[in-house]
């Protein structure tokens, strides 16, 4: 096997150079991992790289775990894996796969680095949150089945992550490297649970920078021959690829170390290195065990050819609009406490938190005008509060929860209106600091959802979610 095509960089439209790219390419890197772009530029990269590179067929990767809107500004966002398992709707989940392929594939984007197995079973984990399908190991697995059902009818390959699982631990490996602290017998019935369920379907497994001391007590799990090549290669029987998650994070410290110990210890891909010219530079300088290469070889040679086993739809035909997201929404809603229910001619006053994006409420706001509600101006006096609530997960942010001046300025106006309504369009664990009398969840910010929030204030429907987590 090449050596370089051990190594897929990432790729991100607006800061990398596409001349290193293309570089790279030459020199005969496995694939790249996309971040950001439009959906004219990702599907020009592809065709570039792919026409530079010396290999037959190289794979191109992205994070579209809620499709191609949370990178792509010309793409819906769908809903988030949270919101499905608010809906607990199989179907949904099936479909979300389906469309995240079909739009990937016609852009050249082979692999979706999706599902997210962890669980959502702790408040303060700042990463996971509305990536996860719940808190529940079997709704979890139930749901990511039928997503990876649908990514492969649209045909792109999958990656289950982030083995043996990100869920109960507060650090955002991003950043530092995060310790789960649960028992060898909790692991097994819990974190592990979807895993060894899913195994058999997955393309890839993703694994964690985590420190799992009741597995290895001294290697986090992407370094881990204890992990890789002892619990998910021996003892599941896994026999496909394994891939790490992205070596830039800075939970690992020195890059081309642990690249090397993670490709000893059962990895067939090192993606996304801070410094891949440096890294190939290395891995050339140092022995890699032949055994180890070919089975990598094996393994993206198998991944190649399921690539390409389905051909890819025309862009037209893969981003027609479809009423999905606003189907999902519906069934998502969770309400908690009293239903606040809006009457035409009455005016709102809405604040906003948490609004580190600076998304627009615009699909909300302008729902509530067309069913009638005047909006009061900053200071104004209304009819109803109500606060919308937008912290949702980001790499490199460590912090999920509302800061305290957040919090305080919510709860001031709160007790100026007995009338009021929180809704948190992300993060639903934001409902514990801020004690709303009455809280509708959303668990996306996608403008669909937001319609859905205000269509459901305006009583056109009744919400009939059920929280996927305990608060």
């Known amino acids: 096997m090449q050596i370089n095509r051990l190594v897929h960089p990432g790729f991100w439209f607006g800061k990398t150079k596409v001349e290193d790219a293309l570089k790279l390419a030459r020199l005969g890197v496995g694939g790249f991992c996309f971040y950001g772009g439009t959906r004219k530029q990702v599907a020009e990269l592809t065709c570039a790289l792919r026409a530079q590179s010396p290999l037959p067929k190289i ?45 990937a594939k016609s852009l050249g984007v082979d692999w979706v680095f999706a599902p997210v197995l962890d669980l959502a079973d702790c408040p303060q984990n700042p990463i996971v949150n509305t990536r996860s399908f719940g808190a529940d190991p079997q709704l979890v697995t139930r749901l990511a089945r039928a997503f990876i059902n649908g990514l492969a009818k649209g045909g792109a390959l999958n990656s289950i992550k982030h083995f043996p699982g990100h869920g109960n631990t507060s650090t ?4 530092a ?43 986090p799990a992407s370094l881990s021959a204890k992990i890789i090549g002892g619990l998910l290669k021996t003892q599941l029987g896994y026999k496909g690829c394994v891939v790490t998650d992205a070596l830039s994070m800075k939970a690992l410290g020195n890059e081309k170390q642990a690249a090397l110990a993670s490709f000893k210890a059962g990895a067939h ?17 140092v022995m890699l065990d032949k055994t180890l290469l070919d089975e990598a070889e094996q393994q993206q040679e198998m991944l190649c050819r399921r690539a390409g086993f ?8 893969a981003f027609q609009e479809t009423d999905f997201a606003e189907r999902a929404a519906k069934q998502a809603l969770v309400c908690q406490g009293p239903r606040v229910t809006l009457c035409p001619g009455q005016k709102v006053q809405v ?4 609004n580190d994006e600076n998304l627009s409420s615009e699909p909300f706001i302008q729902t509530l005008r067309q069913g009638g509600i005047s909006l009061a101006k900053p ?67 996608a403008p669909s959802f937001q319609r ?17 987590i305990a608060l």
């Open 59 to 103: 794979l191109i990767s992205a994070d579209y775990e809620d499709g191609l809107g949370r990178w792509l500004p010309d793409a819906e966002l769908l809903p988030s894996n949270l919101a499905l398992g608010a809906a607990n709707n199989t179907d949904l989940a099936f479909e979300k796969g389906i469309l995240t392929a079909r739009q």
């Open 172 to 175: 955002d490996s991003h950043m």
């Open 177 to 219: 490297m995060p310790t789960v602290s649960s028992s060898a017998e909790h692991l097994q019935t819990h974190e592990l649970y979807p895993f060894k369920e899913l195994l058999p379907l997955a393309d890839s497994v993703m694994v964690g920078h985590l420190l799992v001391p009741a597995l290895d007590n001294n290697s």
């Open 269 to 285: 891909i090192l993606l996304v290195p801070e410094k891949p010219f440096e890294l190939l530079e290395f891995l050339h300088q």
């Open 310 to 317: 389905i051909s890819a739809p025309t862009a037209e035909d």
């Open 351 to 354: 604040i906003e938190v948490g």
């Open 379 to 445: 200071g104004e006096k209304a009819d109803v509060l109500v606060v919308l609530c937008w912290r949702r997960y980001q790499a490199f942010k460590g912090k999920i929860a509302l800061d305290p001046s957040e919090i305080n300025k919510v709860q001031t106006e709160l007790k100026n209106y007995p009338a009021h309504i929180l809704i948190t369009l992300a993060n639903p664990w934001a409902a514990r600091q801020l004690n709303s009398q009455s809280t509708l969840f959303t668990f996306s910010p």
């Open 452 to 468: 859905a929030a205000a269509k459901c204030l305006l009583g056109k429907f009744e919400p009939t979610g059920r929280l996927p």
